[in-house]
């Protein structure tokens, strides 16, 4: 056998041979790593400058966080920089390989703080509060940490509540950098409309995320509760608080703060609630605008006016994220009135899926094309997946497409990727934000062949935001961040006749207060929102705002340019209860946008409300914006370095090679059936492993049980690199078996002992895959190679390998390999089943010879699933349909198995099978139901299902229909724990035969 095994195991390998590629991806070229006193940082070549950035000041961040959380781990911290994403982003991991991350791509959107000087600096805070939080390196956990790993330490923080994970993270974001959300107005929006409208979230509801506005509301009671906790008890509360919560963590986090100081978690929340209704007290009396998007739970944001209509960026949890529009007669006729649904006339326009962000599309002036930029992302041939914020183009009547460059000599003037905030300017021709690596900068796009060329380049890690062109095309205003300081700019634009500025203008702002997001309301007219420390109910007079974090609310602003050359001052014009993120003037009203406790909203006010200035600019946006582009994309300055700048490399750096590493280890007791007697007891190990550069994972159980002198293994090995993907099984078990369904064994055996050896190799190829707009395609490629050795006995194996004398043993390899292919979304919140599906697998598998019997034959299988909605969000129709068959003699017993019955089921002696089911699927309810320590549920749905099944034989046509029909109901409960959601499946099978009982079995599970 053991010979078999190893021809078993060389066959496997030379049949993974080929998934090693031809020729590796150039752009990537591995990784490096370079070493401080506490971390090792991995980055690649590209990302060189993002790595010499954090280790200039690791060291210092580890030295303040450590203070302030009272823990310094002796261990080497890993920090790994994503530079292939334009996500902006970041995470800890406490599973091996225990590593933070940190994500090269600043927000599209200052939602973090216009005072945020360096994203890098604030997402590399952020996640090692979260490390230092959850890996405390002493005492008993500490050295105990050593035997089974570093992923030990973190195991208390898995009975923390959502509150307190993310409210650390986001209080240090906040107090050891000059930005973070505590200082952002984006973030107090989240607190302040609920708030104000009397309507904010209970504690019990704290800890876990919801359907319902705010998105992430364990983000914002975090940081409230850890901001009021240290007002109230000093800085070191907090670490005071964690030690207590390590001595039992069991008792809980809110046992914890009650001991600590002696007031419990939820009167403390209560009496944070009551401090922030004193503080925002005086804003109640500001005006509240007039609705203009419906109320109803989700984000409606500042629409864009052409073609007669208002087009919006809409998401909400019960439809799939679109832009759509509402004719301005339909509105005007509907103004007012209470709307249960959509405003009357809104239509969808592009499906589009989630965008960037809400300011990331534009509509031509006369409606026919609208510009977005979406995510993208697909594996390359190396390397990880790389995730482009992308341009598409819709055009009436000729559906959507990507602008990409058209051919390679295109493509190497600047990538296809990385866009947000895009305007039409001009015929054919557009402008967005670019970025490319960490930089940013204001780009030509041409859209017909998708080629950019530069035309602002501000360097140093300048961020950019909001382009805005001029109705006269002469001008373009836009935001710009240089290290924390966020102003408006003004650049104009070249034409015939007319030279570009060599540098844009700063529009001067009081006390350089930040200001966000520009609209022209004229040729010499912009209005813009300022962080105001004290506003009215005009917003021309103050009045102070005690407490408040942020530099106060967002009021709009109006800034003009005189005929004379000179320039007034902005002056406030309008201050919302809760903030104007930006607006518009259109006829005789001023749209803006905003936060109410449903999410983002469209309100407006009559422009003769306002101070004079304004209603001069009545007018519709796009009517008169025209420039004079000529056929050359012009540019103000020179062309950039690329995407990737030839660096030298780092002191101290070297290659780093990433591979799975075992990280945890925990010692488990096992058990195992035997003929004789019930239970074999043993013990053994649990361990796991994973990388964290490309998607790798190790999984491994491996005990003895003495008394039987037999060995238990399973191990799990998943590799991926770009697009090629190898799994490797191997597994030696003992126990019995009660009822065996298996073709290869001749006779259906009850009471046996069984002693199975498996290897399993399954190399893979995605040969396409993309998901773009909400939808998701992939076509991929497999191979199946497989040893098995089976043994059965009468007897217990008992100290021996070998079969007893009376038993019966079988070694065979399987060969095989096959398609899948699927295609899926779009989905709303509310679809908890999947409402658009369409999925084929195709596998060929058959015996080696000599291994096998040649009566086995080739195992040919055929499934199939296809989902499609029905009306309303949350309603869809599935329907399975599976077909197996054997070339061969041998009788095959059926490979599905309805839900709950996991036996065998019966033969019919013919070569093949065939299974439909049809389901239909409905969503009951999206539900923000706390539970006890700290589980919830955040929604159920229901399904109903019929299934049938039948054997067939092609060379005798002969086709033969099960008499048992199986009919089932289920309930999809979506049960949450913290910050993390499954679903939980229970449900019920009924097998229905004529002249038979009925049997009914239950099922659970994930």
Same mark, same amino acid.
């Given at each position: 056998?053991?010979?078999?095994?190893?021809?078993?195991?060389?066959?496997?390998?030379?049949?993974?041979?080929?998934?090693?590629?031809?020729?590796?991806?150039?752009?990537?070229?591995?990784?490096?790593?370079?070493?401080?006193?506490?971390?090792?940082?991995?980055?690649?070549?590209?990302?060189?400058?993002?790595?010499?950035?954090?280790? =200039?000041?690791?060291?210092?961040? !580890?030295?303040?966080?450590?203070?302030?959380?009272?823990?310094?781990?002796?261990?080497?911290?890993?920090?790994?920089?994503?530079?292939?994403?334009?996500?902006?982003?970041? @995470?800890?991991?406490?599973?091996?390989?225990?590593?933070?991350?940190?994500?090269?791509?600043?927000?599209?959107?200052?939602?973090?703080?216009?005072?945020?000087?360096?994203?890098?600096?604030?997402?590399?805070?952020?996640?090692?509060?979260?490390?230092?939080?959850?890996?405390?390196?002493?005492?008993?956990?500490?050295?105990?940490?050593?035997?089974?790993?570093?992923?030990?330490?973190?195991?208390?923080?898995?009975?923390?509540p959502g509150w307190a994970i993310e409210g650390i993270a986001v209080d240090a974001e906040t107090r050891f950098t000059e930005g973070g959300r505590g200082r952002s107005p984006y973030f107090?929006?989240?607190?302040?409309?609920?708030?104000?409208?009397?309507?904010?979230?209970?504690?019990?509801?704290?800890?876990?995320?919801?359907?319902?506005?705010?998105?992430?509301?364990?983000?914002?009671?975090? !940081?409230?509760?850890?901001?009021?906790?240290?007002? =109230?008890?000093?800085?070191?509360?907090?670490?005071?608080?964690?030690?207590?919560?390590?001595?039992?963590?069991?008792?809980?986090?809110?046992?914890?703060?009650?001991?600590?100081?002696?007031?419990?978690?939820?009167?403390? @929340?209560?009496?944070?609630?009551?401090?922030?209704?004193?503080?925002?007290?005086?804003?109640?009396?500001?005006?509240?605008?007039?609705?203009?998007?419906?109320?109803?739970?989700?984000?409606?944001?500042l629409p864009r006016v052409a073609g007669g209509a208002l087009y919006f960026y809409r998401t909400r949890p019960d439809r799939p994220a679109a832009i759509v529009r509402v004719g301005v007669?339909?509105?005007?006729?509907? *103004?007012?009135?209470?709307?249960?649904?959509?405003?009357?006339?809104?239509?969808?326009?592009?499906?589009?899926?989630?965008?960037?962000?809400?300011?990331?599309?534009?509509?031509?002036?006369?409606?026919?094309?609208?510009?977005?930029?979406?995510?993208?992302?697909?594996?390359?041939?190396?390397?990880?997946?790389?995730?482009?914020?992308?341009?598409?183009?819709?055009?009436? +009547?000729?559906?959507?497409?990507?602008?990409?460059?058209?051919?390679?000599?295109?493509?190497?003037?600047?990538?296809?990727?990385?866009?947000?905030?895009?305007?039409?300017?001009?015929?054919?021709?557009?402008?967005?934000?670019?970025?490319?690596?960490?930089?940013?900068?204001?780009?030509?796009?041409?859209?017909?062949?998708?080629?950019?060329?530069?035309?602002?380049?501000?360097?140093?890690?300048?961020?950019?935001?909001?382009?805005?062109?001029?109705?006269?095309?002469?001008?373009?205003?836009?935001?710009?961040?240089?290290?924390?300081?966020?102003?408006?700019?003004?650049?104009?634009?070249?034409?015939? +006749?007319?030279?570009?500025?060599?540098? %844009?203008?700063?529009?001067?702002?009081?006390?350089?207060?930040?200001?966000?997001?520009?609209?022209?309301?004229?040729?010499?007219?912009?209005?813009?929102?300022?962080?105001?420390?004290?506003?009215?109910?005009?917003?021309?007079?103050?009045?102070?705002?005690?407490?408040?974090?942020?530099?106060?609310?967002?009021?709009?602003?109006?800034?003009?340019?005189?005929?004379?050359?000179?320039?007034?001052?902005?002056?406030?014009?309008?201050?919302?209860?809760?903030?104007?993120?930006?607006?518009?003037?259109?006829?005789?009203?001023?749209?803006?946008?905003?936060?109410?406790?449903?999410?983002?909203?469209?309100?407006?006010?009559?422009?003769?409300?306002?101070?004079?200035?304004?209603?001069?600019?009545?007018?519709?946006?796009?009517?008169?914006?025209?420039?004079?582009?000529?056929?050359?994309?012009?540019?103000?300055?020179?062309?950039?370095?690329?995407?990737?700048?030839?660096?030298? %490399?780092?002191?101290?750096?070297?290659?780093?090679?990433?591979?799975?590493?075992?990280?945890?280890?925990?010692?488990?007791?096992?058990?195992?059936?035997?003929?004789?007697?019930?239970?074999?007891?043993?013990?053994?190990?649990?361990?796991?492993?994973?990388?964290?550069?490309?998607?790798?994972?190790?999984?491994?159980?491996?005990?003895?049980?003495?008394?039987?002198?037999?060995?238990?293994?399973?191990?799990?090995?998943?590799?991926?690199?770009?697009?090629?993907?190898?799994?490797?099984?191997?597994?030696?078990?003992?126990?019995?078996?009660?009822?065996?369904?298996?073709?290869?064994?001749?006779?259906?055996?009850?009471?046996?002992?069984?002693?199975?050896?498996?290897?399993?190799?399954?190399?893979?190829?995605?040969?396409?895959?993309?998901?773009?707009?909400?939808? =998701?395609?992939?076509?991929?490629?497999?191979?199946?190679?497989?040893?098995?050795?089976?043994?059965?006995?009468?007897?217990?194996?008992?100290?021996?390998?070998?079969?007893?004398?009376?038993?019966?043993?079988?070694?065979?390899?399987?060969?095989?390999?096959?398609?899948?292919?699927?295609?899926?979304?779009?989905?709303?919140?509310?679809?908890?089943?999947?409402?658009?599906?369409?999925?084929?697998?195709?596998?060929?598998?058959?015996?080696?010879?000599?291994?096998?019997?040649?009566?086995?034959?080739?195992?040919?299988?055929?499934?199939?699933?296809?989902?499609?909605?029905?009306?309303?969000?949350?309603?869809?129709?599935?329907?399975?349909?599976?077909?197996?068959?054997?070339?061969?003699?041998?009788?095959?017993?059926?490979?599905?198995?309805?839900?709950?019955?996991?036996?065998?089921?019966?033969? *019919?002696?013919?070569?093949?099978?065939?299974?439909?089911?049809?389901?239909?699927?409905?969503?009951?309810?999206?539900?923000?139901?706390?539970?006890?320590?700290?589980?919830?549920?955040?929604?159920?749905?229901?399904?109903?299902?019929?299934?049938?099944?039948?054997?067939?034989?092609?060379?005798?046509?002969?086709?033969?229909?099960?008499?048992?029909?199986?009919?089932?109901?289920?309930?999809?409960?979506?049960?949450?724990?913290?910050?993390?959601?499954?679903?939980?499946?229970?449900?019920?099978?009924?097998?229905?035969?004529?002249?038979?009982?009925?049997?009914?079995?239950?099922?659970?599970?994930?």
């Amino acid at each position: 056998m053991a010979g078999r095994l190893v021809v078993a195991l060389v066959f496997a390998l030379l049949l993974a041979a080929p998934a090693t590629p031809a020729a590796a991806d150039e752009a990537f070229r591995g990784y490096r790593s370079i070493d401080t006193e506490h971390f090792r940082i991995i980055y690649e070549p590209r990302d060189r400058e993002s790595a010499a950035a954090i280790a =200039e000041y690791a060291d210092e961040v !580890y030295n303040r966080l450590g203070e302030f959380l009272e823990n310094r781990p002796r261990r080497r911290i890993r920090v790994w920089i994503n530079g292939r994403t334009d996500a902006a982003n970041g @995470y800890f991991m406490p599973l091996p390989p225990n590593h933070i991350a940190v994500y090269v791509a600043s927000p599209s959107v200052p939602w973090t703080g216009a005072r945020t000087a360096d994203w890098l600096r604030l997402v590399f805070v952020h996640e090692l509060a979260h490390h230092l939080h959850f890996m405390h390196d002493g005492g008993a956990r500490g050295v105990l940490s050593r035997v089974f790993g570093e992923p030990f330490l973190a195991l208390p923080g898995a009975f923390l509540p959502g509150w307190a994970i993310e409210g650390i993270a986001v209080d240090a974001e906040t107090r050891f950098t000059e930005g973070g959300r505590g200082r952002s107005p984006y973030f107090e929006h989240y607190y302040a409309a609920p708030i104000i409208e009397d309507r904010m979230f209970d504690y019990a509801r704290a800890g876990f995320d919801s359907y319902r506005p705010p998105r992430g509301r364990f983000y914002v009671a975090g !940081y409230l509760m850890v901001d009021y906790l240290i007002d =109230e008890y000093g800085e070191d509360v907090i670490a005071r608080i964690h030690r207590e919560y390590l001595r039992l963590p069991l008792l809980s986090w809110d046992q914890a703060i009650e001991s600590v100081t002696g007031v419990s978690a939820e009167h403390h @929340y209560l009496f944070m609630t009551r401090r922030l209704e004193e503080r925002y007290r005086a804003r109640r009396e500001l005006p509240d605008g007039e609705a203009v998007s419906p109320e109803l739970i989700g984000n409606y944001h500042l629409p864009r006016v052409a073609g007669g209509a208002l087009y919006f960026y809409r998401t909400r949890p019960d439809r799939p994220a679109a832009i759509v529009r509402v004719g301005v007669d339909e509105l005007k006729a509907s *103004h007012g009135e209470a709307r249960p649904g959509d405003a009357v006339g809104f239509q969808e326009v592009v499906r589009t899926g989630a965008l960037v962000d809400g300011d990331s599309f534009d509509v031509s002036a006369d409606g026919t094309r609208i510009l977005f930029s979406s995510y993208r992302s697909s594996p390359r041939s190396a390397g990880p997946t790389r995730q482009d914020a992308t341009l598409y183009l819709w055009e009436r +009547g000729q559906g959507v497409r990507r602008v990409t460059p058209t051919t390679a000599a295109e493509a190497e003037i600047g990538r296809a990727g990385g866009y947000y905030h895009p305007v039409f300017v001009g015929e054919g021709h557009a402008v967005a934000v670019q970025r490319r690596g960490a930089e940013q900068l204001l780009v030509w796009v041409d859209l017909a062949t998708g080629t950019p060329a530069p035309l602002y380049e501000p360097g140093g890690g300048r961020r950019l935001y909001w382009p805005q062109p001029s109705p006269d095309g002469a001008r373009l205003a836009f935001t710009e961040n240089a290290g924390g300081v966020q102003s408006v700019y003004e650049l104009e634009l070249p034409s015939a +006749g007319r030279r570009a500025s060599e540098a %844009p203008q700063r529009i001067p702002t009081p006390e350089h207060r930040p200001a966000y997001r520009a609209r022209y309301a004229g040729p010499d007219r912009l209005l813009f929102s300022l962080e105001t420390r004290a506003v009215s109910d005009t917003g021309a007079q103050p009045r102070a705002e005690p407490g408040a974090d942020t530099g106060g609310p967002l009021v709009l602003h109006e800034w003009r340019r005189y005929a004379s050359g000179g320039e007034a001052n902005p002056r406030a014009v309008y201050a919302d209860r809760v903030g104007v993120l930006a607006a518009e003037a259109f006829e005789d009203t001023l749209l803006y946008a905003t936060y109410r406790s449903d999410g983002y909203a469209v309100r407006s006010v009559a422009i003769d409300e306002l101070p004079a200035g304004v209603e001069e600019s009545r007018q519709e946006r796009g009517a008169t914006r025209e420039t004079g582009v000529g056929d050359e994309n012009p540019r103000v300055t020179g062309a950039p370095e690329g995407s990737t700048r030839v660096q030298a %490399p780092l002191p101290g750096e070297r290659r780093f090679i990433d591979a799975p590493r075992i990280g945890f280890r925990l010692p488990i007791p096992t058990a195992v059936g035997g003929v004789e007697q019930d239970l074999y007891w043993g013990g053994g190990i649990f361990a796991l492993g994973g990388s964290f550069t490309d998607p790798a994972s190790t999984h491994l159980v491996a005990s003895y049980h003495p008394t039987l002198g037999q060995p238990y293994l399973d191990l799990s090995t998943s590799l991926r690199y770009g697009r090629l993907g190898l799994s490797l099984a191997a597994r030696h078990r003992y126990g019995t078996v009660e009822a065996r369904r298996d073709s290869r064994v001749p006779e259906l055996l009850e009471d046996f002992a069984e002693q199975r050896t498996e290897l399993d190799l399954t190399p893979s190829v995605v040969l396409y895959g993309v998901r773009e707009r909400g939808v =998701e395609r992939r076509v991929s490629l497999y191979g199946l190679a497989s040893y098995t050795a089976l043994q059965l006995s009468e007897e217990d194996f008992s100290l021996r390998f070998d079969t007893p004398a009376g038993g019966w043993s079988r070694e065979l390899i399987e060969l095989g390999g096959g398609v899948s292919a699927a295609r899926s979304g779009p989905r709303s919140e509310r679809d908890l089943y999947t409402p658009r599906l369409l999925s084929t697998r195709v596998q060929l598998t058959g015996d080696l010879p000599e291994f096998g019997r040649p009566r086995d034959g080739l195992r040919p299988r055929l499934d199939t699933e296809a989902a499609a909605p029905l009306g309303a969000s949350g309603r869809s129709l599935s329907i399975t349909a599976g077909s197996q068959y054997s070339t061969g003699t041998a009788r095959i017993r059926s490979p599905y198995e309805p839900p709950g019955f996991d036996g065998p089921i019966s033969d *019919h002696g013919l070569p093949g099978w065939l299974r439909a089911r049809l389901s239909y699927r409905r969503t009951l309810a999206l539900t923000d139901i706390p539970l006890r320590f700290g589980f919830h549920i955040g929604g159920f749905a229901a399904a109903v299902f019929a299934e049938r099944q039948a054997g067939y034989d092609l060379e005798a046509q002969r086709f033969e229909a099960q008499d048992a029909v199986y009919l089932g109901a289920e309930l999809l409960t979506l049960l949450g724990y913290n910050i993390g959601r499954f679903p939980l499946r229970t449900g019920i099978t009924f097998k229905v035969e004529p002249d038979e009982p009925v049997e009914a079995r239950f099922y659970i599970g994930l």
